[in-house]
């Protein structure tokens, strides 16, 4: 009988649900016949929860970073199972993925894959409760662990570094239960890349450094003035400016003027992004779990913009401390910290080596080793 794996993401933000995209591709790789289905646990809620749930979060993120990052540290500690605030927390999520949990119970899995901590909570909560006896895997999608990814029992904890393993181990998980794998990423990032082949496919003169310029999936953020901003660097580059599925932006920046000395190439959305990462000499993006590990896996060097406080700027400064990165803290600054980097281009290739030294391009492959060791031990043992 084929190993049957349930791998649950929350569509908050596109990290967590690429991270679940991952690992559900390696894990039919590694088992061509396994039985994979792959869910996010939102669309089994009613709108107003969903709403409440995923859209507050970007929008607060994208309107008011600093009070997401207040209450991102004010989450992070640890909450008495007394405190009125907790319990309602719990209660609100159990009463609105009921569908959620029927659909959970009319399944017969040998293992859970959560890459969100809202799955991850119920999962560990039915557990303990007597109510599920399947393994849960947690893969956790930022450098750094929060309060919130900690949810016992879990049997698994695939995480970025050692730093995050015993952080985990400082709040109560067995080191046992703790393993690095990496932040999972697409399979695709593991392969090589024919950086030439790319260059031709994607319309690339390859014949100045190239800046990949992100905006995330929906293309939030002052994009416009960042896109300005690059363009007044000194040395000349080829920019690649890919703006989502934000429309109106990628009109706005096709009608900027580019100083001669430039070469610019502007995209809505890509599927492609691999391949533009691997030929990118410098990543300018906010600092996304996902796009982290991206960025490290195709050995760029990624200039951080307007970093969400809490994980973003965790992720940044795990990146800055390994010297693959550097912060861009102004826009008014942008153009002399990118010319400064472009100029030295021995500092630019030793931010290169450094990201390929840290990164882990088959991270996915290790988070689908551990699903299939215990889906295979809950099988022995049923």
Not at 142 to 160: G, M, Q, S
Not at 335 to 346: G, H, I, W
Not at 359 to 382: G, K, M, N, Y
């Amino acid at each position: 009988m084929p190993r049957r794996v349930l791998i649950l993401s929350s569509s908050v933000g596109a990290g967590h649900m690429r991270a679940a995209e991952a690992i559900e591709c390696a894990v039919r790789r590694l088992d061509p016949a396994a039985t994979v289905e792959n869910l996010d646990v939102l669309k089994f809620t009613n709108g107003f929860f969903r709403m409440a749930y995923a859209e507050s979060y970007i929008g607060m993120v994208n309107y008011m970073p600093s009070i997401f990052g207040i209450c991102y540290d004010l989450l992070d500690r640890k909450p008495s199972r007394a405190q009125m605030g907790e319990r309602i927390r719990r209660m609100m999520q159990r009463f609105n993925l009921g569908k959620f949990l029927r659909h959970l119970k009319r399944g017969s899995w040998d293992v859970v894959v959560s890459t969100h901590f809202l799955p991850a909570e119920i999962i560990a909560g039915l557990k303990r409760r007597g109510k599920l006896k399947i393994p849960q895997v947690i893969a956790v999608t930022d450098i750094d662990i929060h309060r919130l990814w900690v949810n016992e029992p879990t049997e698994r904890y695939c995480v970025a570094t050692d730093e995050a393993a015993i952080n985990l181990q400082a709040r109560g998980v067995p080191a046992a239960a703790t393993v690095v794998t990496g932040i999972p990423v697409h399979p695709v990032f593991s392969e090589p890349i024919d950086r030439a082949a790319c260059l031709v496919k994607h319309g690339l003169s390859g014949e100045r450094p190239i800046v990949l310029q992100l905006s995330g999936g929906f293309g939030f953020g002052p994009i416009a003035k960042i896109h300005n901003a690059i363009l007044q660097v000194e040395e000349p580059l080829e920019l690649v400016a890919v703006t989502g599925r934000n429309l109106r932006a990628k009109v706005t920046l096709e009608k900027m003027e580019v100083p001669k000395r430039h070469i610019v190439h502007v995209l809505g959305y890509t599927a492609a992004m691999h391949e533009l990462m691997a030929v990118a000499d410098i990543i300018l993006s906010k600092p996304g779990g996902l796009t982290t590990a991206e960025s490290l896996a195709s050995g760029s060097v990624l200039a951080i913009v307007n970093p969400v406080p809490g994980q973003e700027s965790r992720n940044g400064d795990y990146l800055m401390e390994n010297g693959t990165a550097i912060k861009l803290n102004n826009i008014s600054t942008l153009a002399f910290k990118l010319t400064k980097l472009l100029r030295d281009r021995e500092r630019l290739a030793a931010f290169k080596a450094n990201a390929l030294r840290i990164s882990r391009p088959r991270a996915a492959f290790d988070v689908a080793e551990q699903v299939f060791h215990l889906a295979d031990a809950h099988r022995t043992a049923s």
